[in-house]
């Protein structure tokens, strides 16, 4: 499985992370079934996405999108 998108976002940004390589997808924790997600998480969060091959087979990966708090500015 290949990922695209940010491994670093701001606090409050939303990430679209993008996954290819199978031809069926699950995201974990969300258990949405698409290749592409929008998510805005309050604080680091890892994924874990199980790809199906067309003969059934599975294999799954883990991504970490990290968030950052916003600077105070004075």
Not at 8 to 29: E, Q
Not at 49 to 72: D, E, R
């Amino acid at each position: 499985l290949t990922f695209t998108g940010p491994t670093t976002i701001c606090s409050g940004a939303f990430a679209t992370l993008s996954v290819s390589g199978a031809v069926g997808y699950l995201w974990f924790p969300l258990s949405v079934t698409s290749n592409s997600i929008s998510v805005s998480p309050t604080s680091t969060t890892v994924y874990t996405i199980v790809g199906t091959n067309a003969l059934g087979c599975q294999q799954s990966s883990t991504f970490t999108l990290h968030v950052t708090s916003i600077p105070a500015l004075s």
